[in-house]
Every structure is written in C-alpha cells, then in structure tokens.
C-alpha cells in the first residue's frame, strides 16, 4: 500500500508541472465561475443604459410618473405623435415609445420597440402607469393626497420563526454554493486523477513496446555475440 502512495505521488507532482494539466484544472474553474458571474455582469451592463422613450397620451398625467423615474427613463417630451415616434425608433434615438389609451376610464397601453424588451423595463413602466392611474382616480374620486398616501401605505409584516434551528435564506444559500464548489473540486479531482493514470498507463506501455522491441533487434543483429 505504501509503494502506491509513493507512486500515486511521484506520478501526480510530475503531471502537476505541465501545461496540459494546469489547463485541464484551471478551464472548468474559470467556466463556472463565469457562469455564476454571468447575470450579475449582464446587469452591470444593462444598468447603466437610461431607456429613451417617448409617452404618447393626451393627458399629461401619465408622463409625470415617468419624467420623475430618472434612474431608468430619459423621456424624449419633443416626440408626440406616432408618426414621430416610429422615425426616432428607426433612426435608433428611441429604444421605445409608449401608447397610452384612456377609454371611458379603461387604460391601456402598448410599448412599441424594435427589438424585445427586457423584463425589468416592462416591469418599471407597469409601476409608473399605475401610480399614473392611481393619482389620475384620486383626482376623479376627490380625495386629498394625505388621504392618498393613507391608502397606498404598505402593510409592515414581521417574520416570527418559531424554530431557532431553521436555516436562513441566506445560509441556504451560503450552503448550496459550497456543495456545488465541493462537487466542482471533485469533479475536477477525478478527472485529473483518471488522465493522469490514462496517459501514464499508456506511456508505461509504449516504453514497454519499444524496450522489448529494441531489445529483440538489438539480438537479431548479426554482430550480437
């Protein structure tokens, strides 16, 4: 047992020199870590980048919500018709522009771009649209925005956990990500292992295969005594 340690060592710190096995360990690290990485990039990217659009409504109230939301609109107040809108799209000075319909109290809207729009900006332009109608039916309905604010003020709720030995999100999450980089660490453990014995059992047999031949011509030579 001991020599197979010895041999199992002198093999791996050999191996453990070259490029091809630096590769072979480093390249599934560098890809899942990418990987783990990728939304959070994509979201750097794309959180830098204010959405150019253009509200087209009769009533001013609904471009309020969205001059005021400044972290994720640029509103263009110089586009007002259609017409207007489609060029700018076009041309690429729009990323979209906005439709707003008010019939008989119904509202609907419809966002035009060129290409799909992401989940976050449908998300903030339902929110700003809403807050748009809320204040548009405060009005209508006469109450006053103390009132308003009464209304539309969240509900706080507490979680109470009963039991002290329920993990948090957090360490769950904590956890979760450890076993994966533990199951990665022995993924890559075992493949390296597996192309190390691989490629010295198959260097052991070829030494073998030209010894023995070299060996055999060497007695076949008419000058051997």
Request: proline letters at 3%; a negative charge.
């Amino acid at each position: 047992m001991n020599k197979f340690w010895v041999i199992t060592r002198q093999v791996y710190k050999r191996r453990v020199k070259t490029k091809s096995f630096l590769f072979s360990l480093l390249f599934p690290i560098i890809i899942a870590a990418f990987i783990v990485g990728l939304p959070k990039i994509i979201d750097y990217f794309d959180s830098g980048d204010m959405t150019k659009i253009a509200i087209l409504s009769d009533n001013e109230a609904f471009i309020a919500p969205f001059e005021k939301d400044k972290d994720y609109f640029q509103v263009k107040m110089n586009i007002q018709t259609e017409e207007s809108a489609k060029k700018a799209l076009s041309a690429g000075k729009l990323d979209g522009y906005l439709k707003i319909t008010d019939t008989e109290g119904q509202i609907s809207a419809v966002y035009t771009t060129e290409e799909t729009a992401g989940q976050e900006v449908l998300s903030r332009i339902t929110t700003d649209l809403t807050a748009a109608k809320v204040a548009i039916k405060a009005e209508d309905y006469k109450i006053t925005e103390a009132q308003l604010q009464d209304i539309t003020s969240p509900v706080p709720v507490k979680n109470h956990v009963e039991s002290t030995d329920q993990l948090t999100n957090k360490q769950k999450e904590v956890m979760n990500a450890a076993i994966l980089v533990l199951t990665l660490l022995i993924f890559i453990f075992v493949m390296s292992y597996a192309n190390i014995v691989a490629s010295e059992i198959a260097t052991e047999k070829g030494n073998a295969y030209y010894g023995s031949h070299f060996i055999q011509c060497d007695s076949d030579h008419p000058f051997a005594s």
